[in-house]
């Protein structure tokens, strides 16, 4: 399911003294099974600009295209429907975009409703057609998957700790399988542990060709993670590229206001220092000690 | 030393036979900058709003600045607590970011001629001096966050609870909140932080760090002690910074470098 935003601007409260433009002239592909991350400033546009995937949010002008769907404004909507044949227009229901395209909330607590986490994870699936049997089994691996213990069913959402809550959150949309993932700070408020194994199972549902886009601030994800990194500022792209290269210019670096993982910077003093490693094969603290030992048995 | 915090066999279960804490007791000294660590579901937020009375423990004693938590203390205690929130919407209470950090103020009785200019002050000091009209609930993540912590530094409380007060600002943001923390306790060396954190790098800054789990304290000590505890933090879903992570993955592999400095490991590594 590829995306395709083209010309997009999105202003929140138009025409009102609190107008603010939130994105400007956004256009940008994103094809069919990559791990995208967003990143960029606080207030630069990222949640704004992944709502409009699943048509949370509609541009003000321009539009975002998800496997051939449109999400327009209503006026802009009319307006191409129009062009289109009957057979043509069935294929353009949003309903259908939000079958296929999962988004997880900044603040997990927007999404949470249901009286208690099984019924809140099991929803989506009922939704979306499956029989109650069905969607409690879904829901109960999905739970599993995120690491909520089975002496939370019963609890109330709102009666969980906040990493408790962003983990229902999750476990409540991957349920549904959908082809596109959409995470908006997945990893904060989760422990240690519980951001890596999370991190681990998106990776996972990518190989098995999710496509996965995720707003974070984590350059380590970033580093280990991503196939490509999208970098915003006041409402613009301001560079699409891959991960290797955005951490490889030090100029872009100090423009873009990004700090670079631990490891990378490390390797980069290292290298200034006089060893010889590949920085492009470090991706973590594990591969950056490869690294080194690579280096110092070449030198001996 | 004075005492800020003094918790003595505190007992709380949200629901019967299920408790948070059985027997925790704990200390923080006048001044101090402690941080909390502990998985998700570990009891941190629980303990804050114990500490501010928002739940009342099922027995043990609190004391904050010396005064026993009871009904009768509770306004005096909080009048001198601030805490940001995990979820800032819970914070938010003024229709606009200005009336929003002013609110705390006409609460501890400022004059109002001086209101604008401690608002502009605390705004800009974490970088929202452009946003002072807008609606707190209508910005992003990130203003969210910035926007709580302005409003409780405005409120010059003599202690501050940060439940993961800056988790979705970018490393750079959070370093900035760190700094403008670090500068009101060089003005006011009596100013208490107890900061509560999932972020390891963060937590090395503070003066003690006390770890968690499942409601019980597992360690109580100065960042660089606990964090040689690699493998019983690993066990209760913890990690250590990455420098700790380097020493002792370069050890496993034969390589000794006897530093936690950054530069220091680059010049030993690269001799
Ligand atoms: N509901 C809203 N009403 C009005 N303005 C909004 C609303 N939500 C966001 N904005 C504004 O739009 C801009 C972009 O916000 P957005 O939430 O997309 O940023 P972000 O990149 O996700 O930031 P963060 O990293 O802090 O979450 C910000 O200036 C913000 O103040
Ligand atoms: N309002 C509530 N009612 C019942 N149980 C609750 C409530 N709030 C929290 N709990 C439970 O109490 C335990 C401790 O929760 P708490 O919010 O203190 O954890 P935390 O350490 O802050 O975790 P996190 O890192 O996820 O924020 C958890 O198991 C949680 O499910
Ligand atoms: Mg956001
Ligand atoms: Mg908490």
């Known amino acids: 399911m590829p ?15 609190l107008e603010t433009a939130a994105l400007h002239d956004i256009n940008l592909d994103i094809i069919d099974g990559s791990f995208v991350c967003l990143v960029g400033h606080t207030g630069s546009g990222k949640s704004t600009l992944i709502q409009h995937i699943n048509a ?7 539009s975002v295209d998800v496997n051939g769907i449109k999400v327009m404004n209503k006026k802009d909507k009319k307006g191409f429907l129009k062009s289109l044949s009957k057979e043509e227009r069935k294929h353009q229901n949003i309903k259908e975009i939000r079958k296929n395209v999962g988004l997880v909330f900044q603040f997990p607590e927007y999404q949470l409703f249901e009286e208690t986490v099984l019924k809140d994870v099991s929803f989506g699936p009922k939704n979306f057609g499956f ?16 690491g909520i213990d089975e002496s939370l069913y019963d609890k109330s959402p709102f009666e969980l700790s906040g990493g408790q809550r962003r983990r229902v959150a999750i476990a409540g949309i991957i349920s549904l399988n959908p082809d596109i993932l959409i995470l908006d700070e997945p990893t904060a408020g989760l422990d240690p542990q519980g951001s890596n194994e999370m991190m681990e199972l998106f990776n996972i549902l ?40 955005l951490f490889l210019n030090d100029e872009i670096l100090k423009e873009l206001c990004v700090e670079e993982p631990k490891p990378i910077s490390f390797a980069k003093d290292l290298i200034k220092n006089g060893m010889k490693i590949s920085l492009e094969n470090v991706k973590d603290t594990d591969t950056l000690i490869e690294e080194i030992c690579k280096a110092r048995v070449k030198y001996e | 030393m004075e ?53 009342e423990a099922k027995s043990g004693k609190i004391e904050v600045f010396g005064k026993e938590l009871n009904e009768e203390n509770i306004y005096a205690i909080r009048s001198n607590v601030g805490i940001i929130f995990q979820n800032p ?26 209101m604008d200019s401690i608002i502009k002050k605390y705004a800009s000091l974490v970088g929202m001096e452009d946003f002072l009209d ?60 107890l900061s509560i954190t999932h972020d390891v790098e963060e937590a090395f800054d503070s003066d003690r760090i006390i770890v968690i789990s499942n409601g019980k304290i597992m360690f109580n000590d100065v960042p660089n002690k606990i964090f040689e505890h690699e493998k019983e933090l690993l066990n209760i879903k913890l990690d250590i910074p990455f420098v700790y992570k380097l020493r002792n993955g370069l050890k496993t592999k034969g390589i000794d470098i006897d530093s936690l400095d950054e530069k220091e490991m680059v010049r030993l590594l690269c001799q």
């Open chain 2, 3 to 55: 005492k800020a915090i003094e918790i003595t066999s505190l007992e709380f279960e949200y629901e019967k036979d299920s408790k948070v804490f059985s027997d925790l007791s704990l200390s923080i000294q006048k001044g101090e900058y402690v941080t909390l660590l502990g998985h998700n579901g570990s009891g941190k937020s629980t303990l804050a709003r114990l500490i501010i009375g928002l739940l």
């Open chain 2, 134 to 193: 807008k609606e707190p609930t209508s910005l992003s993540g990130g203003q969210k966050q910035r926007v709580a912590i302005a409003g409780v530094l405005a409120m010059h409380p003599s202690l501050i609870i940060m439940d993961e007060s800056t988790s979705m600002l970018d490393p750079r943001g959070k370093k900035e909140i760190r700094d403008v923390v670090k500068k009101l306790r060089n003005e006011n060396k009596d100013l208490t932080i």
């Open chain 1, 56 to 62: 949370l949010l509609t541009p003000t002008s321009g």
């Open chain 2, 89 to 114: 919407d819970n914070q938010f209470i003024g229709s606009t970011v200005a009336d929003d950090i002013a609110f705390g103020l006409e609460n501890h009785q400022v004059p109002h001629d001086e």
């Open chain 1, 131 to 146: 029989s109650d049997e069905e969607a409690i089994k879904k829901a109960k691996e999905s739970l599993k998957l995120v």
């Open chain 1, 206 to 245: 990518y190989k098995n060709g999710t496509t996965i886009i995720m707003v974070t601030h984590d350059m380590d994800i970033v580093i280990k993670y991503a196939t490509d990194v999208i970098v915003l500022k006041k409402g613009d792209i301001i560079l699409e590229c891959k991960p290797h290269s």
């Open chain 1, 3 to 17: 995306i395709k935003f083209s010309h997009l601007n999105y202003v929140y409260s138009k025409d009102t003294p």
